[in-house]
Every structure is written in structure tokens, then in C-alpha cells.
């Protein structure tokens, strides 16, 4: 989609590399949706490791997604990345990031910083490590499997090895296998895990004061608001990302379910678009499964397999047809 006249920039050379279900992937989309950007998606398959794969890494030495590529400027980090976009983009779609000599930029600028602060990666593994921390989950147990065995001591050895056959990337693989060894400890100390989901607590009773007087607001005015105002901004973008995520690994009953207005902001969220269309079909899993099994049986098992499926869905197809009329 070509700029509207007036734009200075183009967004048509935006490409997010980017995973379905990755919280950090999910912000990046929806801040993109919500300024109405064009910008082409490469699926990063986490299953095979991809992200570890050395033409990767060299794109992004800590081997993470969200990875935004714009006119050949490569930007890491989903904040970084929501700032970058909501600067350059800045007369496209809502600001995101209003300026802190405002009430809204300085609202949005605290909240954002306090979720943002917040280590929702352990939430997430958090509960994939104790399960008994989590409520009605709708995580599938595959992906929880998947998820444990991605933090095994064989992936530190296998980012060991790939240290030792690509010594260009030497350091940046080895900076990787130690992390991976001290989030794994983390992820198993349930004390910490514990502590955190209370400090999250904190957190969102401080939100739900605020949607109290949004609340407020909204009960005086008739217009319908967000967490710091009228307008969806970048703290929203956090926050229903972040209630979204708690939902999803069954941590409703530490977030939603005691706090009326955080639920009422959540169902809010779910019927904005671009919330719908980046946050709520990407993570749903059968969605996740159609999506990315052809690209994943292509990067494993070759373009071969792919076309050999299809025919065989074809004329499996054909058949069914032909025999039945
Ligand atoms: N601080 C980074 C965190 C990015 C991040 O942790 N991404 C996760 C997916 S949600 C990832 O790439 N994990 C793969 C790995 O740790 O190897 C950001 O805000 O973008």
C-alpha cells in the first residue's frame, strides 16, 4: 500500500520478521496495524530453531524476534521498533507515543513504562515449568513440550557447537547458550516465579485505577476510552498484549477475573481490528498450524515434499470429486 499523498515515507519496504505466537512479534504487529502500515511478515520458525541459524543471527546477533527491516535499516527490540515506526510514520494513523510535554504523552509514557518493565517471558515459561501455577490454560500440550525443550541443556550445547563451526559468530553464539542456561534457572525457580506473578499483581491494580478513571471519563464524556485516554496508544498496545498473553497460559485468575474493569478492557480490546486481526487469529493455534506447517515442512523437508503433497491433495481431491458424481 503506497503512502497517501502528504506522507513523507513509504511504508512499502517495512519486513517484521516475526513468530505468530511471540508476545514480543504480537505488540510489533498490532503498533503496525494500528498506524495502518503495509509491511511484509517473514515467519521465523522457532520449532527448528531458525532463529539460530546463521544468516539470522547476523542479522540480529541476540537471535530474537521482532526484527523490523526498513529500507535496508534493520531495528531490534519491539519498543525500539513501535518508537521507530511511530516517529517515521509520524503523520501516519494514531501516535502511539504523544509527546511527554502532554498529560497523554506523560500517561502513556509511565504506563508504558511500568508494563514494559515487566518480565512477561517468565510468565509464560513460568507456567510452562509449574503448571499448577496456571488456570484453564489454553496453551496445548504440544506446544508446552515444544516450549521445555527449547530451553534444554542440549539447545546451550547445540548454540556451543554452532559458537565452534561459525567463528565470525563465535561470541554473539556464545553470549546466546549462556542465556538460554540462566533464563532455564530462572524459569525453574518457582519462589521467583511466584514473586513476580505477585509484583505483576501490583501492577495491574495500579491499571485498574486508572481504567477507573477512564471510567470516569467515559461516564461523563460518552466516548470511549482506552488505558490513558481516548486514543489506542503504545501503552495500550502493552497492556492488551500483555492481558492477552496472561489469558492464554492461564493466568486469568491473577488478572482479568479479579479486576472488573481489566476485563472490561480486554473485551474492549477483542473487538478492535487490528487487535482481532495481529493479536487474536495469529495466536489462535489452529490458525498457527495452517499458517506455518507448509513453511515449516519446506525449511525441513526441501520444496520437493511440498509440491508432491499438493499433487497428492489434488488428485485425492479430483478423485473424491469424480466418484462421487
Ligand atoms: N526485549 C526483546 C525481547 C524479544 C524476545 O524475547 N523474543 C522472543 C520471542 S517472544 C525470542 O525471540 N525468543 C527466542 C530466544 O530466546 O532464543 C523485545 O522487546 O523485542
Known amino acids: 500500500m503506497a503512502a497517501p499523498s502528504g506522507s513523507q515515507s513509504s511504508s512499502d519496504d517495512l519486513l517484521l520478521y516475526h513468530c505468530d505466537g511471540s ?53 531490534s527490540e519491539s ?45 509464560s515459561y513460568g507456567t510452562i515449568y509449574h503448571p499448577d501455577l496456571a488456570k484453564d490454560s489454553s496453551l496445548p500440550e504440544i506446544l508446552r513440550r515444544k516450549a521445555r525443550k527449547f530451553l534444554s541443556p542440549s539447545t546451550a550445547q547445540r548454540l556451543h557447537d554452532l559458537a565452534a563451526m561459525h567463528p565470525d559468530l ?34 495491574l491494580d495500579e491499571v485498574e485505577k486508572q481504567l477507573g478513571e477512564r471510567k470516569k471519563e467515559k461516564d461523563a464524556s460518552g466516548q470511549q476510552q482506552w ?16 492481558v492477552h498473553r496472561l489469558k492464554w497460559v492461564g493466568l486469568s485468575h491473577r488478572s482479568t477475573l479479579k479486576r472488573p474493569l481489566l476485563d472490561a478492557y480486554y473485551l ?20 498457527m498450524f ?9 525449511k525441513t523437508a526441501g520444496p ?14 479430483v478423485s473424491a470429486v469424480a466418484l462421487k458424481y
Not at 227 to 242: I, K, N
Open 170 to 203: 563465535a561470541e554473539a553464539y556464545t553470549r546466546k547458550a549462556n542465556k538460554v542456561a540462566e533464563r532455564t534457572r530462572d524459569r525453574e525457580d518457582r519462589g521467583l516465579i511466584e514473586k513476580l506473578l505477585d509484583e505483576l499483581e501490583v501492577a
Open 227 to 242: 488505558l490513558c485516554g481516548e486514543s489506542f496508544t503504545a501503552a495500550d498496545v502493552m497492556l492488551s498484549c500483555l
Open 23 to 75: 508476545f514480543f512479534s504480537m505488540k510489533v504487529r498490532l503498533a503496525l496495524a494500528v498506524k495502518g502500515l503495509s509491511f511484509k511478515k517473514r515467519t521465523v520458525f522457532f520449532p527448528i530453531q531458525e532463529n539460530f541459524e546463521p544468516w539470522y543471527m547476523r542479522l540480529d546477533p541476540a537471535g530474537l524476534v521482532p526484527l523490523l527491516v526498513h529500507n535496508g535499516k534493520v531495528i
Open 304 to 317: 520437493k515434499l511440498v509440491v508432491w503433497a499438493a499433487m497428492i491433495v489434488t488428485v485425492a481431491a
Open 290 to 298: 495452517v499458517r506455518n506447517l507448509p513453511g515449516l515442512i519446506r
Open 268 to 287: 474492549q480490546a477483542q473487538k478492535f481490528p487490528p487487535f482481532k486481526a495481529e493479536v487474536m487469529y495469529t495466536t489462535s493455534v489452529p490458525y
Open 79 to 123: 519498543t525500539r521498533i513501535v518508537d521507530y515506526v511511530d516517529t517515521v510514520f509520524h503523520d501516519r494513523g494514531p501516535r502511539l507515543a504523544p509527546p511527554v510535554d502532554t498529560d497523554l504523552g506523560r500517561r502513556v509514557r509511565h504506563f508504558r513504562d511500568l508494563l514494559d518493565g515487566l518480565p512477561v517471558e517468565l510468565y
